[in-house]
């Protein structure tokens, strides 16, 4: 059986091990697919792994050995998933592998947006430090997080674990969510609708899908409703703010700063307006990049490819 990866470079750049992937099938991987060879390399495959290769219903009417598709991430809007099913095609996806590192680099940017420890520490490196004459200095407001209100729109698995974060560092957790299950026990919690979410918090943070109804979320009528001393973070996904909104906010002071980790084009053309937008944070695509959660990614995709092959698949977004 021929199983081919198009893109496996950014899930394993060398660190990890495809040997349990290996034991599954003839194994081809790929660092990159450009979008005029997939047709070529997936020629034949009757499994075909792919993160961020397209898989349009042409390309998967196009492939008549084709079984199985798995998507090596959580989000699977990179395949049809419907021209799959039409020909009884499983797609499955990875649910659950960055759960902590996501809410971790999202802290991250917070707590820099918070106290600029890069700022500052150049300027200790600079000799600034050197040449006070006094003990300490600050080029910043610095800002303490306890009796904060974070608005947290998605509350889903990554969603709870930020509001279990926010709530160790003392701050109350605003939720907004279409299905509202009974959230994690915290000192202060409320559900909350989006506009009331929006204007209430000290900071935002984005952890929901990629739908039509979520793309262009953040906009200026939605950034309008927030405090001018406000923080937008996004980990999640980029179309879910309008950019040019974004910058255009932080360039009038409507809000006070923001971090992205994710953008609507990746990489970004060097025009994207957050790229050099006042008081933003800009960081590749990193939350989900750690060592330990590449290697949970890469351990449920073999085990969702060994549950099909023995008969029972799981993580199926098409059935």
Not at 249 to 272: F, H, K, M, T, Y
């Amino acid at each position: 059986m021929k199983i081919v990866v198009l893109d496996g470079f950014t899930l394993n750049p060398g660190d990890l091990s495809w040997a349990a992937l290996e034991q599954l099938g003839d194994l081809t991987v790929h660092d990159r697919t450009p979008a005029d060879h997939i047709l070529a390399r997936a020629a034949g495959a009757a499994i075909l792994l792919t993160n961020k290769t397209p898989l349009t219903a042409q390309t998967i009417r196009a492939l008549p050995d084709l079984q199985y598709i798995g998507v090596l991430a959580t989000g699977y809007n990179v395949v049809d998933v419907q021209a799959a099913a039409d020909r009884d095609i499983p797609v499955t996806n990875v649910p659950t592998y960055g759960t902590h590192s996501v809410a971790q680099l999202t802290f991250a940017l917070l707590l820099e947006l918070c106290h600029h420890v890069q700022a500052h520490s150049d300027a200790v490196r600079r000799g600034q430090w050197s040449a006070s004459r006094d003990f300490c200095f600050w080029n910043s407001p610095l800002i303490e997080l306890a009796d904060k209100t974070i608005g947290i729109i998605g509350f889903g698995r990554i969603g709870r674990q930020v509001a279990q974060i926010a709530d160790a560092l003392g701050m109350a957790v605003l939720a907004a969510d279409r299905v509202k299950n009974p959230p994690p026990t915290l000192r202060r919690f409320a559900w909350a609708e989006i506009p009331d979410l929006l204007a209430n918090a000290d900071v935002v943070s984005l952890h929901c899908p990629l739908f039509p109804e979520t793309q262009g979320l953040i906009n200026r009528q939605t950034l309008d409703r927030m405090k001018p001393s406000a923080f937008l973070l996004n980990t999640s996904r980029g179309p879910l703010i309008v950019e040019q909104d974004l910058a255009d906010a932080l360039a009038a002071g409507r809000i006070a700063g923001a971090a992205v980790d994710v953008l609507s084009a990746e990489p970004p053309p060097p025009n994207n307006p957050l790229l050099a937008a006042k008081n933003c944070l800009v960081t590749p695509h990193i939350a989900w990049a750690t060592r330990e959660a590449r290697q949970r990614l890469m351990h449920t995709a073999v085990e969702n490819l060994r549950a099909f092959l023995a008969g029972n698949p799981v993580n199926v977004v098409n059935r």
